[in-house]
C-alpha cells in the first residue's frame, strides 16, 4: 500500500497543528539607502547654488535699493520747504533725495532719511509740477515700457521647456554611463536584481544545516556550473528552472545564494512582485533586462523569490482583454526560458511557499523541470542548525543543543535563528558572560507565549486556572498514547492565563485514530475540570474548544476517520480552500454539510466524555496538582508527575529544557469574554 507524499503528509501536519506552538499572539532590519554618487547630484547642487546668487543679486541690485518710502504728504511738506534736491518719475512713482536729512518717522526709533521714494496719489492735479519747478528741484522722468522685455518673454515661454529637455537629455547620458539606456520611461523597464559576486557576502553549503538531503540535489547544479563540459560530453544538459518549495522560513533563499556560492558565479536575485507596475509591459520589460543580465554575466544564476506573485494559474480570474500585466509577465518568463541555449550557462532558481496555485506551463519539462521539496528539519537538523547560528555566539557549558533540539519541534531554520538571538538578548540583559541554558528556556518562553503579564488576579479566578491547567496535564500524564506534560504554569504570558506544555519523544510523520482522539480528550480537560469541580464553565476554553473542532473536523472531511461518511476526502487542505458557488460540481450538497457536522460533533461529545471519565477517576491527582500549581505557580515535568503519584517514563532525549515543547493547551484562559458572549 503506498504511503502519501511527503508535501502531503507536511499538509497533515500543518493541519493538526498550524503553527509549532499553537499559541495565540506568538511573535515571532533593512539596509540604509544607498545615496546616489556626487556626480548624480551635481546637476541639482548647481542648479540651487544658481537660485541662491540670482536671489542675492536680484535683491541687492533691485530698482530702489537704499531707499525709504515715506509718505506723499511728507515729501510736499518738504519741497514747499525747499529741502528736496531731485526728484524722478515713472507714472506715479517718485523717487528723489533731500537736501538735508529728514527723520522719519518723528520719533526716537525713526530714522534719517536722505534718498526716498513714494507715490502720488491720483486724486486730481495739485500743481506738484509747477511748485517743484518754483523750488528749483532738479526733475527727471523714465519713459514707460510697453510689454515684457524680450529676453523675459523669451525666458517665460521657453524656460519651463529647454529645463525638461536638459533633464531628459542628462538622464538618458547617466543611463547610457550605467550600461543600457533608460528601457521605458525613466528607466521603469530595467530590471531591480541585486546582483551579489563571488568576493562579496559570499554564502556556501557549509552555511546551511538540516536539510542535508536538498543539498545533496542541489550540489548536481553546482557541478555543471563548475565543469559543464563533463556534462555535455555524455550528452546531458542541466535542468533550466529548479523550483523549491516549502514551508516559509526553511532557507529555500539561503540554499539558492549557497549554489550561487559553491559554483562561485554571479548571483542575480529579484522578487517576482518587484517585476510588477501600473504600467502595462513594465514587467516584461524588467524580465527581457534580468534575463540579458544574466546571459552576459554567463554562467550566472537568476533567482526568483515569491514566484507565486506573478506564476499564478492563468484563466482563474478576470482579465484585462490581452493586456493583463501579470499575465504578460508570466509569458515572457516562459518565452525566456525557452529561449534558453542550454551552453549560456545560465540557471533559473525559484521558490515558492504555494506550488499548487502556478500554472501548470511552468512546471513542464524545459521549465522548471525540476521541484525540490525543503521540508523542515528534524532533531538531528535542528542541532545542527542550532550549530550553525551559534557559531559567534560564546556558549556556557550547561547548554547542550541537541537537547534544545529535541525540545523544539516543528521549528524551521529561521526560527532557531530567531532562538539563538532571543537568548543571546536575554543573556545580555541579565548581564551574564555567555550564553546559559536557563537563557534559552527564558527565550523560548518569551517566543512562543510572549513576556509576563504582571497582572493581579482574585482568589477564586487563581484558583479556577489552576484546575483548567490541572485538567490538561492529568489527562496528559494518563491518556494512553499522549504526548508527555513537559511544564505546567499559571502565570500569565501573553493572552494566556495558563498554560500547559507537551511535546513528543519522538517527531510525528503520521497520526492514528487513537492519537487524534487523545489529542482532543486533553485539549478539552481544562473545561473538564471546570464542570467537574464548580459544575459550571467559563469563556477560557475558547481556544481550546476552536483546536478540537479543527482536529475532529479534518478527522471527519478529509482523513477518512468517521464510519458514516467512509473513505473520502471533501474538505480542502488548510490554505488551499476556495469559494465554491452553490449548485457546482464541487459544492458540498446539505446532507453532506449535516453528516461532516454531526460526525464532529459525536467525535468531540465522546472525548469530552472521556475527558470527565477520566478526571473523576483521577479527582485526588487533580486536586493535589491543582494546589502545587497555586503554591508554586509554575512546575516542570518531574515535579508534575511527581505531585500527580504518577511514573514518567524515561527518556534520554527529554532533556532538562523544560520551557521548550508543544502547547496543547492554547492561551486558554481568556481575560474577558470574547464579543459574541
Known amino acids: 500500500m503506498e504511503r502519501r507524499p511527503q508535501a502531503e503528509r507536511d499538509h497533515t501536519r500543518e493541519a493538526l497543528d498550524p503553527s509549532p506552538w499553537r499559541v495565540e499572539g506568538s511573535r515571532r532590519a533593512e539596509t540604509p539607502p544607498v545615496r546616489p554618487p556626487w556626480r548624480a547630484r551635481s546637476f541639482w547642487v548647481v542648479l540651487l547654488v544658481v537660485l541662491v546668487i540670482n536671489y542675492v543679486l536680484g535683491a541687492a541690485l533691485a530698482p530702489g535699493t537704499g531707499r525709504v518710502s515715506v509718505p506723499y504728504t511728507l515729501f510736499r511738506a518738504q519741497v514747499q520747504a525747499g ?52 523750488k528749483g528741484v532738479a526733475v527727471n522722468a523714465k519713459p514707460v515700457q510697453q510689454g515684457r522685455p524680450w529676453w523675459e518673454t523669451l525666458l517665460v515661454g521657453f524656460g519651463p521647456t529647454l529645463l525638461l529637455v536638459g533633464l531628459f537629455v542628462l538622464m538618458a547620458r547617466r543611463a547610457a554611463a550605467a550600461g543600457g539606456g533608460l528601457g521605458g520611461l525613466g528607466g521603469l523597464g530595467r530590471s531591480r536584481a541585486k546582483r551579489y559576486e563571488h568576493s562579496e557576502q559570499r554564502t556556501t553549503f557549509a552555511d546551511v544545516a538540516g536539510i542535508d538531503e536538498v543539498k545533496e540535489e542541489l550540489a548536481e547544479i553546482v557541478e555543471f556550473l563548475r565543469a559543464p563540459d563533463r556534462f555535455r560530453a555524455l550528452g546531458a544538459t542541466i535542468p533550466k528552472g529548479v523550483l523549491l518549495t516549502g514551508l516559509p522560513g526553511t532557507g529555500k533563499t539561503l540554499l539558492a545564494r549557497a549554489v550561487a ?97 502556478l500554472d501548470p506551463a ?74 546559559e541554558l536557563a537563557d534559552f528556556t527564558e527565550a523560548l518562553s518569551r517566543i512562543i507565549l510572549g513576556s509576563e503579564r504582571r497582572i493581579t488576579l482574585s482568589p477564586e479566578e487563581r484558583k479556577r486556572t489552576a484546575y483548567h491547567e490541572a485538567g490538561h496535564a492529568i489527562l496528559g500524564m494518563v491518556e494512553p498514547g499522549a504526548d508527555p506534560v513537559r511544564k505546567v504554569s499559571i502565570v500569565p504570558r501573553g493572552r494566556a492565563l495558563g498554560v500547559t506544555f507537551q511535546s513528543p519523544d519522538i517527531e510525528r510523520y503520521g497520526y492514528d485514530v487513537a492519537y487524534l482522539r487523545g489529542r482532543i480528550t486533553g485539549a478539552l480537560g481544562g473545561r473538564a475540570a471546570e464542570e467537574l469541580v464548580y459544575g459550571d464553565i467559563t469563556t477560557g476554553a475558547e481556544s481550546d474548544l476552536e483546536q478540537v473542532t479543527r482536529i475532529a473536523r479534518q478527522m471527519v472531511g478529509r482523513w477518512g476517520m468517521s464510519d458514516a461518511v467512509g473513505p473520502v476526502s471533501i474538505l480542502p487542505a488548510p490554505g ?36 470527565l471519565k477520566k478526571l473523576r477517576d483521577n479527582r485526588v491527582r487533580l486536586d493535589r496538582l491543582a494546589a502545587a ?49
Open 261 to 357: 556560492g559553491e559554483a562561485d558565479v554571479p548571483f542575480f536575485s529579484m522578487s517576482a512582485s518587484e517585476f510588477i507596475e501600473m504600467v502595462v509591459g513594465v514587467g516584461a520589460s524588467r524580465v527581457r533586462d534580468l534575463f540579458e543580465q544574466a546571459k552576459q554575466a554567463a554562467p550566472a544564476i537568476i533567482f526568483i523569490d515569491e514566484l507565486d506573485a506573478i506564476g499564478r494559474a492563468r484563466g482563474g480570474g478576470p482579465v484585462m482583454g490581452g493586456h493583463d500585466e501579470r499575465e504578460q509577465t508570466l509569458n515572457q518568463i516562459l518565452t525566456e526560458m525557452d529561449g534558453f541555449d542550454p551552453r549560456t550557462g545560465v540557471i533559473v532558481l525559484a521558490a515558492t511557499n504555494r506550488p499548487d496555485i
Open 83 to 134: 529741502n528736496v534736491a531731485d526728484v524722478e518719475s515713472k507714472n506715479d512713482e517718485i523717487q528723489g533725495g533731500f537736501r538735508k536729512e529728514v527723520r522719519y518717522p518723528k520719533s526716537q526709533d525713526g530714522q534719517e532719511v536722505k534718498r526716498f521714494q513714494t507715490v502720488r496719489p491720483s486724486l486730481g492735479d495739485d500743481g506738484l509740477l509747477t511748485l517743484l519747478i518754483d
Open 629 to 677: 500549581l497555586l503554591e508554586h505557580e509554575t512546575l516542570d515535568e518531574l515535579d508534575a508527575y511527581q505531585v500527580a503519584g504518577l511514573e514518567r517514563a524515561q527518556d534520554g532525549a527529554r532533556g532538562e529544557l523544560t520551557a521548550a515543547g508543544r502547547v496543547v493547551t492554547e492561551p486558554s484562559r481568556a481575560k474577558s469574554p470574547p464579543a459574541s458572549t
Open 576 to 611: 488551499q480552500e476556495q469559494v465554491v458557488l452553490p449548485g457546482s460540481a464541487d459544492a458540498l450538497s446539505e446532507a453532506t454539510r449535516n453528516l461532516v457536522e454531526s460526525e464532529t460533533r459525536r467525535i468531540v461529545d465522546e472525548c469530552y466524555a472521556r475527558a
Open 362 to 435: 511552468l512546471l513542464r519539462p524545459g521549465r522548471f523541470d525540476r521541484r525540490v521539496m525543503v521540508n523542515p528539519p528534524d532533531r538531528d537538523g535542528r542541532a545542527a542548525i542550532l550549530k550553525v547560528h551559534t557559531r559567534s555566539v560564546p556558549l556556557a557549558d550547561d547548554v547542550d543543543l541537541d537537547q534544545v533540539a529535541s525540545q523544539t519541534p516543528g521549528m524551521v531554520g529561521a526560527d532557531l535563528r530567531n532562538l539563538v538571538n532571543e537568548a543571546a538578548l536575554t543573556a545580555a540583559r541579565h548581564r551574564h558572560e555567555r550564553v
